[in-house]
């Protein structure tokens, strides 16, 4: 095994470096977006949360369903 990069003195190139962007360009947010504190991604989750837990699929699906459309499941 090698010496570590910092004991050898060489620089490090940034396409060396893994940062789960191969073959594309880095995401970055636009300079307007700003990240949510912790507190305001849990106020977020919590409202989420209470919004999804009345949900029924079941209820969703057939009401999205065309009529007379055949379904596998009857």
């Known amino acids: ?3 570590p990069l ?3 003195g060489e620089q ?4 060396d470096v893994p940062d789960g962007t191969f073959g594309r360009a880095q ?3 636009p300079e307007h977006f700003t ?4 507190e305001e ?3 977020h989750l919590a409202a989420l949360s209470e919004a999804l837990s009345g949900l029924a699929i079941g209820d969703i699906i057939r009401r ?3 009529p007379g459309a055949a379904h596998a499941h009857q």
């Open 12 to 15: 490090q190139l940034p396409e």
């Open 35 to 38: 990240p949510c504190t912790p």
């Open 64 to 66: 999205h369903t065309r």
């Open 6 to 8: 910092e004991e050898t």
């Open 1 to 3: 095994m090698s010496a």
């Open 41 to 43: 991604q849990a106020r």
């Open 27 to 29: 995401l970055r947010l």
